[in-house]
């Protein structure tokens, strides 16, 4: 029996125990869909996504929310600025192992999309049949800078921590192991273009073209470097979360990309 696919629990990861939720059939019965959340996410601001996925595409849907997240064991602060590329290189591999996954598909959004790649490009991962970036980031744009430098205003002005602390164990470090490390001087040097030169399999990738997070030159380099298949879903009247604000053109696209991989 797979202990870990019961509705919700928690997965001892690295020395840190981190929450999950998970629907549909588990891994050994369909492939599994693998959610990783954006900057400030957790298993529950998924909300019902995860849910309709599972019904629409017949596959089971894992989440977790990562240390400093969610219900999960705190972060270590100051994050390093590779935090995304750790993340994807040592505590994702775990956690697939954890789950028994057999066969699956990658959906991240925004920090959890340049997870997926980075852990798509970087490991050497047979199981892994294609990947969903949704509103991803491969490099850092003034656009993105910039709006987090307003949410670090928002969140010292009490509204934006009040709201987290309804979702996150301890919403300082939540926020603070995120905006730091995108605010550190050096992170406008970050760029993790190259692990799409070495993503072998299927790509959709999904933006709003209002995203206030980044440009449309995300998606174009991934378009540009890859050597994989890649499909493209960019949304009018749409900013940074696609699955919450254009939610029934993103399960439509995501349920067709998923019809067409060939597990």
Known sequence: MNTAWVPSGFLEVNGKSLEYACQGPAPDNAPTLILLHEGLGSTQLWRQFPGLLAQMTGFGVFAYSRAGYGRSDLADLPRPLNYMTQEAESTLPVVLDKIQLQQGVLLGHSDGASIAAIYAGNVSDERIKGTVLMAPHFFAEPISLNAIAVAKTEYENGVLRERMQRYHR???????????????????????????????????????????????????????????????????????????????????????FCLGIAF
Do not use: M
């Not at 605010?183 to 406008?188: A, G, M, R, S, Y």
């Not at 993503?199 to 709003?208: D, E, F, K, N």
């Not at 997070?213 to 991934?222: C, F, R, V, W």
């Open 170 to 256: 301890d919403p300082d470090n939540t926020f603070y192991g995120w905006n730091d490390s995108w605010l550190h001087p050096e992170f406008k040097h970050w760029n993790v273009e190259d692990v799409l030169d070495r993503i072998t399999a299927p790509i959709l990738a999904i933006q709003g073209r209002q995203d206030q997070y980044g440009t449309l030159a995300q998606i174009e380099t991934i378009a540009s470097r890859c050597s994989a298949t890649v499909e493209t879903l960019i949304l009018d009247n749409c900013k940074h979360a696609p699955f919450l604000e254009q939610e029934e053109a993103v399960l439509n696209s995501i349920k067709q």
